[in-house]
């Protein structure tokens, strides 16, 4: 009976990474089937004529340029802010602390056309209240830059966590220890605290690269590349 | 906070504070502000923008919904509610759905990765597991489309078992979206159950299984209650994510399915109403919010808990 159980636990672990990986497959096998359907049903032979018609396409490109771009940008925002507010949540406690680290996981939660039309109507129309009409300044047009706000507003949050899940682990007495022995503040900061949370904030930063490159925030859904 | 300044000196401190409340307030708080401030505000032509038309006008919102009325069969019983309050709540009822299938696939899994697996091979486990979390939303989604179309390989390998008479077509209704959804965020279910059952002691397993107790009481009397704040953080992840995914509908969807956040981008960017489309927007953060406070508060979960 044990055994027997063992086995079909053992089988749905099997069907479950065939659930999870097959599509992948599927996808990859659609890309370099010489098929004007997307599908790998029937075969028709190896072809690369997808990829050639990709690079040969100068609208796909540009997208595909604008993408790298936003994650880019996303990436350094986000890891710089989510850093930030994880060595600040980490050093205050009681009440504040909880208000503040559901107000900054609440954001994961936020529906992603929620945020795109609302980071949009924000910064048009502050546009709108600074300057006269017809009088276009850079911040406050739509563009890119508005996709990339939209996306560190979430994508901060996670690189905070990921922060925040090293630094419970970091003895403080080594910056007591660099502050008897005369380092300034900065150095502080530099020398201790930053080396030791490289590896989070890399993580970090990877996830917050990748994250625009497949992510559609309704605004964002004008310019982010269909890199297929 | 003093302790802060103790160390990184005021200046950097203050930079810090500085980047936290701009995250905060220029990111989060404000935007939905103004995206309240905004549902209020009727659809005028441009010329009329910040005349004395413009002012607030609560009926607004209710007008544009009662503008669209059909009738649905719900359960077989025709009824006449407003479309869009139609598609709210069939967003809501299929992203229950998905979370409910999600937690059926993910359980069993999550209990064999904790607690029967051997543990060397768990981290190539887990490293196959996430694999599809590295590839775009996007094509996931497309992935299925292709897996699911009616010439697709699905309906291909199905026919030569012979399971199959003659191609099912599968993306009909909603099923097309369920099944993309369950696909897309079964992950965000498993890893927290299996972190919450990965700290159960295996020795009350085993003291449960000496003293007699069959194999589903000893999962519905200690591993199901152990693992409780794991369930309701995946629970509300996949929930909030599925009510709010625009993609996977978008792809997935047939001609009868339509999405809540479909209705909004269409608002949006076809109908370019961004009235109508901020007072939708925030009505669908509003309702989820307060879905996902009554289930924390059903599960006695606390936000802090959710995304560990």
């Known amino acids: 009976m044990h055994k027997l159980r063992m086995t079909l636990a053992r089988a ?40 050639e018609a990709m690079i040969s396409d100068q609208r796909m490109m540009v997208a595909f340029g ?62 709108g209240l600074l300057f006269e009409p017809g009088q276009k300044l ?18 901060a949050a ?29 150095q502080v900061l530099r020398r201790i605290l930053l080396p030791y949370l490289y590896p989070a904030i890399g993580a970090g930063g990877a996830v917050a690269f990748s994250n625009p490159l497949k992510t559609i925030t309704s605004p964002s859904s004008r310019v982010a590349g269909w890199t297929r | 906070m003093n302790d802060l300044i103790r160390r990184y000196g005021t200046s950097i401190t203050a930079l810090m504070c500085l980047l936290v409340a701009f995250w905060l307030v220029m990111l989060v708080i404000v ?40 009738t649905q069969a719900l359960l077989g019983i025709p009824i006449n509610i407003p479309v869009h309050v139609m598609t709210f709540g069939l967003t809501i009822w299929y992203s229950i759905v998905v979370t409910v299938a999600c937690f059926v696939l993910a359980y069993p899994l999550a209990f064999f990765m904790a607690k029967i697996a051997n543990p060397k091979s768990l981290p190539t486990l887990l490293l196959l597991l996430f694999i599809p979390l590295w590839v775009s939303e996007v094509l996931r ?18 026919l030569a078992i012979g399971a199959i008479e003659k191609p099912v077509r599968w993306i009909v209704d909603y099923d097309g979206v369920v099944i993309g959804l369950t696909y897309t965020y079964v992950l965000f279910m498993l890893f927290p159950i299996y972190n919450a059952i990965a700290s159960l002691d295996t020795n009350q397993i085993e003291a ?46 047939s001609t009868t ?51 560990k």
Not at chain 1, 13 to 41: C, E, K, Y
Not at chain 1, 102 to 112: A, E, K, V
Not at chain 1, 158 to 183: C, I
Not at chain 2, 43 to 61: A, E, M, N, R, T
Request: aromatic share 10%; with cysteine; hydrophobic share 55%.
């Open chain 2, 141 to 158: 989604a497309f992935a299925w489309w292709i897996i699911l179309a009616l010439k697709g390989p699905l309906n291909a390998l199905l």
């Open chain 1, 138 to 155: 850079w911040p406050f047009v739509p563009g890119l830059h508005l996709s990339v706000l939209g996306q560190v507003s979430y994508i």
């Open chain 2, 257 to 307: 399915s339509q999405w809540f956040t479909q209705t909004i981008d269409q608002w949006f960017k076809d109908a370019l109403d961004w009235n109508t489309a901020s007072a939708y927007a925030f009505i669908l953060l509003l309702l989820c919010t307060v879905f996902v406070s009554i289930a924390l508060k059903v599960f006695n979960v606390k936000l802090s808990d959710i995304a």
């Open chain 1, 158 to 186: 996670m690189v905070m966590l990921l922060v925040l899940a090293r630094l419970q682990s970091f003895d403080a007495g080594l910056e007591e220890a660099a502050l008897d022995l005369g380092a300034s503040h900065g």
């Open chain 2, 31 to 70: 935007p939905n502000i103004t995206l309240f401030e905004q549902s209020f505000r009727p659809y005028l032509p441009v010329i009329d923008i910040g005349g004395p038309k413009g002012f607030l006008q609560s009926g607004q919102l209710c007008q544009s919904v009662r503008r669209h009325r059909s």
């Open chain 1, 66 to 127: 604008n993408t790298l771009l936003v994650a880019i940008a996303v990436a350094i925002l986000a890891v710089i802010v989510g850093t930030a507010s994880a060595i600040l949540i980490n050093s205050i406690s009681g009440r504040a602390r909880t208000v503040l680290y559901g107000m900054m996981i609440s954001t994961i939660l936020i529906p992603g056309v929620v945020i795109g039309i609302s980071t949009m109507i924000l910064w048009t129309k502050m546009g």
């Open chain 2, 208 to 253: 449960a299984d000496d003293l007699g107790a069959p194999w589903w009481k000893i999962h519905l009397r200690i591993v199901l209650p152990h693992a409780k704040p794991g369930i309701a953080s995946g629970a509300v992840m996949v929930f909030m994510l599925s009510a709010g995914s625009l993609l996977v509908p978008s792809i997935l969807g």
């Open chain 1, 12 to 51: 749905y672990m099997g069907l479950f990474l065939v659930f999870m990986l097959a599509p992948l497959v599927v996808m990859s096998g659609a890309a370099f089937n010489d098929n004007r359907l997307p599908s790998i049903v029937p075969w028709k032979g190896w072809t690369t004529h997808w990829f």
